[in-house]
């Protein structure tokens, strides 16, 4: 896969503080840039969100952007598919973290403008999210206590002891 944003920043690159950039031949790759756009020959940053949004599903998927799947999402949200049905297994996503970018991949490629997440909300967003990835999933474990050892957040099948000694390095 090559992942490609179709004109981002071209909405930043506008002069004399203009709202929108029009043109007269509408061109981009398919998949990748905004309907309104290619409607109207008006671009602006939330064409950029869009595009960023298609680039969050191929990712979450592993499919490219022209894929049914990304295609109907962009279209229509009402129906989504279970999760695990459709997040590229390969990836190894956390189920909480699939679940989360989900949500902020689809908030970017909303048809309705006015309902699409700005790729601002959508950076704050995806900090949170990895912040919450990262925070530990379980307490640290006491000298000489039975726990769990936790890979990404999912704990192994077999009960580890912690050793006084073993403690002491690990802190």
Same mark, same amino acid.
């Given at each position: 896969l090559?992942?490609? /944003?179709a004109d981002a920043g071209l909405a930043r690159a506008r002069p004399n503080q203009e709202t929108h950039v029009s043109c007269t031949h509408v061109a981009g790759t398919w998949g990748f840039a905004d309907p309104?756009?290619?409607r109207t020959g008006r671009f602006d940053t939330a064409c950029d969100a869009f595009a960023m949004g298609v680039t969050f599903l191929m990712v979450l998927f592993g499919k490219e952007?022209?894929?049914p799947l990304i295609q109907e /999402?962009?279209?229509d949200q009402s129906t989504i598919p279970p999760l695990e049905s459709i997040v590229d297994p390969q990836a190894g996503w956390p189920p909480a973290v699939a679940?989360?970018?989900?949500?902020i991949s689809l908030g970017l490629v909303k048809l309705q403008r006015r309902d699409r997440l700005s790729v601002d909300s959508a950076l704050e967003k995806l900090q949170?999210?990895?912040?919450s990835a990262e925070a530990p999933q379980a307490p640290p474990p006491q000298a000489g206590s039975a726990s769990s050892v936790f890979v990404r957040g999912e704990p192994l099948d077999f009960p580890?002891?912690?050793r006084p000694s073993a403690a002491a390095v690990c802190t």
């Open positions: 090559h992942a490609r /944003l309104w756009h290619l952007a022209q894929d /999402l962009c279209e679940s989360q970018f989900l949500e949170a999210c990895l912040r580890v002891v912690i």
